[in-house]
C-alpha cells in the first residue's frame, strides 16, 4: 500500500496511489490551523490511517508547505500561512503517529505537485519545464529530466516572495510586503479586492471570480491584477531558467478563463523575443497532484 498526503494551508488530503500514478479514496479536512502544528499533525496521521485501517503502508509520501529539508524529513522554513509549521520534524512526527509505515518521503508540496506532473501529467516526456502552483500561497519548481533540485537552502522554487510592483501595499504572509503571493494567491486576491473597497462578504478567490465575470468592476480590477502579477513573474522565472515549457496549476487557475487568459496574455507579451512562443499549459492532476507525487521514489 502507497499512500500520499498534502499538507497544506487550507486542507489536509491524503489518498491510496496505485501503480499507474492514479489516487483513490482520496480523504480531506480542513487544515486546523489555529490549533497549531500538534493539531495539523494529529489530523494528518488520522486521515493516513483511515485509508490504511490496519494495513502495512509500503511508502507514505507527503507533500507539505513550507522549505522542507527531505533528507532529514524537516521543516526548515515557514510563513505564517502555516503558523508554528518551522522546525516541525515531519518524519519523527509522523513515525510517532502511524506505527505501520515502512518507509516514508518528505519533500515540498509543490515540488510534490511537480513530480506528480511529470509522472503522469502535463509534465510527461520533458526534459525541462517550470511547474507553478498557485493557491493558498504560491510556490516553483524547476523539473529537469523528471528530478528536482531543491536548492542549497531547499529554497529553489520560492516565488511567493519575488518583488512585483502592483503588490506594494499587500503584506505577504512571510509579514514582508511588495511580494508576489500578496496579490496572486487566493488569500492575496481576496484581501487586494477588499482594499479596492469590495464587498467585505468575500471571503473566497473564486467568490471575486465570480462577481468579475458578472462585470463587478471592483472585483474586475482585482483579478486582473492577481493574473497580471503571476504573468509577469513567469517572465521573470523563464527568463532564467529558459524551460521548454511552463506548466501553472493550484485552486487559483479555477477562477475562469478571465483569469487565465489575462495571466497567458501579460506573460506572452513581455516575454523577450529569444523565448515568444512558450507554451504556457494548465495543470493536470488538479487537487490530487501533490498526493500522487510525493510517493514518487525521488529526493
Given at each position: 500500500?502507497?499512500?500520499?498526503?498534502?499538507?497544506g494551508g487550507t486542507?489536509?488530503?491524503?489518498?491510496?496511489v496505485?501503480?499507474?500514478?492514479?489516487?483513490?479514496?482520496?480523504?480531506?479536512l480542513?487544515t486546523?490551523?489555529?490549533?497549531?502544528?500538534t493539531?495539523?499533525?494529529d489530523?494528518?496521521?488520522?486521515?493516513?490511517?483511515?485509508?490504511s485501517g490496519l494495513?502495512?503502508?509500503?511508502r507514505l509520501?507527503?507533500?507539505?508547505?513550507?522549505a522542507?529539508d527531505p533528507v532529514?524529513?524537516?521543516?526548515?522554513?515557514a510563513t505564517?500561512?502555516?503558523?508554528?509549521w518551522?522546525?516541525?520534524?515531519?518524519i519523527?512526527?509522523?513515525?510517532a503517529?502511524?506505527?505501520n509505515?515502512q518507509?516514508?518521503?518528505v519533500?515540498?508540496?509543490?515540488h510534490?505537485?511537480?513530480?506528480?506532473?511529470?509522472?503522469?501529467g502535463?509534465?510527461?516526456?520533458?526534459n525541462?519545464a517550470?511547474?507553478?502552483?498557485?493557491?493558498?500561497?504560491?510556490?516553483?519548481s524547476?523539473?529537469?529530466a523528471?528530478?528536482?533540485?531543491?536548492?542549497?537552502?531547499?529554497?529553489?522554487?520560492?516565488?511567493a516572495?519575488m518583488?512585483?510592483a502592483?503588490?506594494?501595499?499587500?503584506?505577504?504572509?512571510c509579514?514582508?510586503?511588495?511580494h508576489?503571493?500578496?496579490?496572486a494567491?487566493g488569500p492575496?486576491?481576496?484581501?487586494?479586492y477588499?482594499?479596492l473597497g469590495?464587498?467585505?462578504?468575500?471571503?473566497k478567490g473564486?467568490?471575486v471570480?465570480?462577481?468579475?465575470?458578472?462585470?463587478?468592476?471592483?472585483?474586475?480590477?482585482?483579478?486582473?491584477?492577481?493574473?497580471?502579477?503571476?504573468?509577469?513573474?513567469?517572465v521573470?522565472?523563464?527568463s532564467?531558467v529558459?524551460?521548454e515549457?511552463?506548466?501553472?496549476?493550484?485552486?487559483v487557475t479555477?477562477?475562469?478563463?478571465?483569469?487565465w487568459d489575462?495571466m497567458?496574455?501579460?506573460?506572452e507579451?513581455?516575454l523577450p523575443?529569444?523565448l515568444?512562443?512558450l507554451e504556457?499549459?494548465r495543470?493536470?492532476?488538479?487537487?490530487?497532484?501533490?498526493?500522487?507525487g510525493?510517493?514518487?521514489?525521488?529526493v
Open positions: 500500500m502507497i499512500i500520499g498526503l498534502d499538507i486542507k489536509l488530503a491524503a489518498a491510496r496505485g501503480p499507474q500514478g492514479h489516487a483513490r479514496s482520496v480523504k480531506t480542513p486546523p490551523i489555529l490549533e497549531g502544528p493539531a495539523i499533525l489530523a494528518a496521521a488520522g486521515l493516513v490511517k483511515k485509508i494495513s502495512e503502508i509500503s509520501g507527503i507533500g507539505s508547505a513550507g522542507i532529514n524529513g524537516v521543516v526548515t522554513s505564517e500561512t502555516l503558523p508554528g518551522n522546525g516541525v520534524h515531519l519523527e512526527e509522523m513515525s503517529r502511524i506505527e509505515v518507509r516514508m518521503v519533500r515540498n508540496d509543490v510534490a505537485h511537480a513530480l506528480g506532473e511529470s509522472w503522469v502535463a509534465a510527461q516526456g520533458t525541462l517550470v511547474v507553478v502552483i498557485v493557491g493558498t500561497g504560491v510556490g516553483a524547476v523539473l529537469r523528471g528530478s528536482i533540485d531543491p536548492g542549497a537552502h531547499h529554497l529553489a522554487g520560492a516565488i516572495h518583488p512585483v502592483s503588490a506594494i501595499h499587500p503584506i505577504c504572509s509579514g514582508k510586503p511588495g508576489l503571493e500578496a496579490v494567491a492575496g486576491l481576496v484581501k487586494q477588499h482594499g469590495g464587498d467585505p462578504r468575500v471571503t473564486h467568490e471570480a465570480i462577481r468579475a465575470g458578472r462585470g463587478e468592476r471592483t472585483a474586475g480590477f482585482a483579478l486582473d491584477q492577481s493574473a497580471m502579477a503571476l504573468g509577469r513573474a513567469l521573470g522565472i523563464v532564467v529558459d524551460p515549457v511552463v506548466i501553472v496549476g493550484g485552486g479555477n477562477a475562469g478563463p478571465l483569469w489575462r497567458v496574455t501579460t506573460f507579451s513581455e523575443p529569444a515568444e512562443g504556457v499549459r495543470a493536470k492532476l488538479g487537487s490530487v497532484g501533490a498526493i500522487i510525493a510517493t514518487c521514489d525521488e
